[in-house]
Each structure stands twice: as structure tokens, then as C-alpha cells.
């Protein structure tokens, strides 16, 4: 088996037969994401995603009450998988 296999299936748990049984799936680089990311990445500003947050538009993690608030991109992607 050469390297780059080896490093594919250390990358890839299901095997290739598997992946033709998938109907969809979401790539999700980061599973938390800071609000600026999350503004960055969204083309949103920084004070409207704070807004969401606030509202409770965006779902977010904190590790303690009194933590900042990450936004929860892998809620985000579940949420956009049930709403199809």
C-alpha cells in the first residue's frame, strides 16, 4: 500500500464502498468559530452577528457562563441538513 493511501484511510474512516451510501454531507473545518470568524466567514458584520447571538439566532458554545461565546458551526450545519 503506498503512503498516500495509508494517509488516506488514516484521513477517511468509512471505506470507499460506504461513501456511495451517503445522500450528503457537510464539511465543517472548525466546530466553534469566533464571532469575527464567523462574520468573516459569512460576509456578515461583526455587530449584526452579535445581535444573532444576543437574540439567540446563532447557536453558541460557552465552556463557562462568564466565557465568550463561540458560534457552534456544526449546530449551524445540522440545522441546514434538517431544514432540507
Not at 466546530?31 to 461583526?46: F, Q
Not at 447571538?53 to 447557536?59: E, K, N, Q, W
Not at 453558541?60 to 450545519?77: C, D, G, K, Q
Request: aromatic share 4%; charged share 25%.
Amino acid at each position: 500500500m503506498s503512503k498516500k493511501q495509508q494517509t488516506q484511510e488514516k484521513l477517511l474512516p468509512l471505506s470507499s464502498d460506504a461513501l456511495y451510501a451517503i445522500e450528503r454531507a457537510i464539511l465543517v473545518e472548525s466546530p466553534l468559530v469566533t464571532p469575527a470568524e464567523y462574520a468573516r466567514r459569512s460576509g456578515r458584520t461583526l455587530s449584526s452577528v452579535r445581535n444573532r447571538i444576543a437574540t439567540g439566532d446563532l447557536p453558541v458554545f460557552r465552556e463557562h457562563p462568564s466565557s465568550a461565546p463561540m458560534v457552534n458551526m456544526m449546530l449551524i450545519a445540522k440545522r441546514a441538513l434538517e431544514a432540507e
